[in-house]
């Protein structure tokens, strides 16, 4: 399953985010962890120290490397230096599995061990000085899109982003690459808002959006999400001590967290299994096709100095074809 989670600032989705990661590793489930927030707090919230986090190597850095991996003997992509955040998949091209080993994994990720199970964490690196001016962090949010559009993934196989806070991810096609998105909001105006333009821009595309409401203190605070989220609210977690010791440094045992918010926790995965149940790939690999065709469009082009539209393999169906080979 390919999970997002995203809200505005301050709303709880790193650490929400990082719950998820927890839970699905303490069931054994194979997890690939991606931090692609401007701020990079995934990490700690996984129990790295801020030198151990500050070391991760980023994806946009080694995004050259990444492209020439994915591109494998496509006839259709001539070099690496011609493929763009958006370049779909065709034959011959190489695609990433949760399970496995291969250079970009290789290269980027690295095992992080928690109390209860192992996660890779992979990192889009953080927006720094030196590119003020000169870059935009789309470009290192760039590698995350590249990899969804390569990635064929199987049921109870995770791979969970925690998305830049609001609503960033529509410069591109990345918040169609997911088959649920869970939206952290707070019982509040601004906490709500962050859902409304989320589901404006997204309410065209399919993209599955459900709400899990978070810092929800009593009656009143329910009530609100209720009349303002409406059906789109799954499930609300609640006060917790567990968190505030994270917060605080310490490393509390999973196992310890309120039974409560575990529960929170397993509705969370339920919904995200019932979404892997319902995927289309064939829209999935338009979509993408969709989005190629846009930036190619609107800059690529210029770019890389190509029409890009030639790299579209019109027969290509990410996960269909794999599905039929091996037999599914």
Not at 55 to 71: C, D, N
Not at 182 to 207: C, N
Not at 248 to 256: C, F, I, M, V, W
Request: charge should be negative.
């Amino acid at each position: 399953m390919k999970i997002a989670f995203v809200g505005k600032g301050g709303s709880g989705k790193t650490t929400l985010s990082a719950l998820f990661i927890r839970h699905l590793a303490a069931a054994g489930s194979p997890v690939i962890a991606v931090d692609a927030d401007i701020n990079q707090h995934l990490g700690p919230a996984l129990g790295l120290t801020d030198d151990q986090a500050s070391a991760l190597p980023s994806l946009g850095a080694h995004l050259p490397q990444i492209k020439e991996h994915l591109r494998g003997t496509n006839p259709l992509i001539r070099s690496a230096e011609e493929m763009i955040k958006t370049t779909p998949p065709g034959r011959g091209s190489r695609l990433l599995r949760i399970v496995e080993e291969n250079p970009v994994y290789a290269a980027c990720a690295r095992p992080i061990a928690l109390d209860e199970g192992s996660v890779r964490l992979l990192a889009t690196g953080a927006f720094t000085e030196e590119d003020l001016g000169v870059a935009c962090y789309h470009s290192k949010v760039g590698a995350v899109e590249l990899l969804l559009n390569h990635l064929v993934d199987g049921p109870e196989e995770y791979f969970v982003t925690d998305m830049t806070a609001g609503s960033d991810s529509f410069a591109s096609g990345l918040f169609t690459r997911f088959d649920l998105t869970f939206l952290i909001a707070e019982p509040t105006r601004k906490g709500v808002s962050v859902y409304r333009q989320y589901k404006e821009y997204a309410q065209d595309f399919g993209v599955r959006l459900r709400v899990v409401g978070n810092k929800v203190q009593g009656p009143d605070d329910l009530a609100f999400l209720r009349r303002e989220v409406g059906d789109d609210l799954l499930t609300t977690f609640g006060h917790s001590d567990w968190v505030r010791r994270l917060e605080r440094g310490d490393e509390p045992a999973l196992r310890t967290l309120e039974p409560t918010n575990r529960t929170v926790l397993e509705q969370l995965k339920a919904e995200a299994d019932a979404a892997h149940r319902a995927r289309d790939p064939r829209r999935y690999t338009e979509q993408a096709v969709h989005f190629h065709l846009r930036n190619a469009e609107s800059w690529g082009n210029a770019k890389v100095g190509i029409d890009l539209a030639t790299q579209v393999d019109a027969d290509f169906v990410l996960g269909a074809q794999q599905a039929e080979a091996a037999g599914v």
